[in-house]
């Protein structure tokens, strides 16, 4: 169901994106607060280090600060707003990147953004609904937006670039988490006994093509990251020499 507008005249923002973008707290009447909007969230963030998402709930938060859980909304609205200050503040700034040209930079970009899903797994349970637009989260888009040639890109191709190179990254973070489940079947410890288990089934049941190349034993490793990155890369390689390309013919062709 779309949302509302604001009876009177607000902006109708998501929960969480006018408090991302604070700099500091208004003032408010009556008693000091005891905490503050970064406090909370702070401890959302080591909860959910700690112990994973579902740990970073209201209650705990609360008994963390020694605080009520009635009191935490003196400083976030509701739990979707906490959910948008835990993932700006999750995220964090990026690293500088260093690159001699914008592949360099964009696969750099791509391996720093695996690394913080790493570091922080959570991240990837986070509800995300839509594009980034909170400081942080917008800071590492501004980065890789910035690392895309300045020639041979629209604005709307760049933004689609940016958004494949995000997209990829975060996959490829969600199926290197699943990997590293004791229980998946791309686990190292058990990866080769699933393969020798469903080898002769594929053949059996007429998986002609999956059965070759498991009689193959031709098997990426699960943690492989660079080939599909390197796909990903020599695409928007392709869209700038394409448009070198009919750059060139227009202006051949010119009168």
């Known amino acids: 169901m779309p949302t509302e507008p604001e009876p009177d005249g607000r902006p109708d923002l998501p929960p969480g994106l006018a408090p991302a973008w604070v700099a500091a707290p208004r003032p408010r009447r009556g008693p000091k607060p ?18 994973g998402l579902a740990a970073a709930s209201l209650p705990n938060i609360a008994a963390s600060l020694g605080l009520t859980t009635n009191a935490l909304y003196r400083y976030v609205g509701s739990k979707d ?5 835990l993932a ?6 990026p690293p500088p990147l260093g690159g001699a040209d914008w592949r ?37 888009t501004e980065l890789l937006l910035a690392a895309m040639p300045t020639t041979g890109l629209s604005g709307v191709d760049a933004i689609g670039c940016v958004l494949l190179v995000e997209d990829f990254t975060r996959a490829t973070a969600e199926r290197l988490r699943a990997a590293s489940d004791p229980d998946s079947a791309d686990f190292p410890s058990r990866a ?3 393969r020798s288990f469903l080898r002769p089934r594929l053949a059996e049941s007429d998986y002609t093509r999956l059965a070759t190349l498991a009689a193959q034993g031709d098997y990426p490793p699960a943690s492989s990251v660079d080939f599909g990155l390197d796909l990903v890369l020599d695409g928007i ?3 700038l020499a394409a448009s070198r390309t009919r750059r060139a013919s227009r202006k051949g062709g010119a009168p």
Do not use: M
């Not at 503050?36 to 909860?47: R, T």
């Not at 695996?114 to 590492?140: I, K, N, Q």
């Open 34 to 51: 005891s905490h503050s909007v970064p406090q909370i969230v702070a401890a959302a963030v080591e909860l959910a280090d700690a112990d």
């Open 81 to 85: 707003e906490l959910l948008v200050l």
């Open 104 to 140: 360099t930079t964009a696969r750099a970009w791509a391996h720093a953004a695996l690394e913080r899903y790493r570091a922080r797994p959570w991240l990837l349970d986070l509800p995300f609904r839509g594009s980034a637009v909170t400081p942080h989260r917008l800071r590492w």
């Open 237 to 239: 390689a392709g869209l």
């Open 88 to 93: 700006d503040t999750g995220f964090g700034p």
């Open 192 to 194: 080769t006994d699933v």
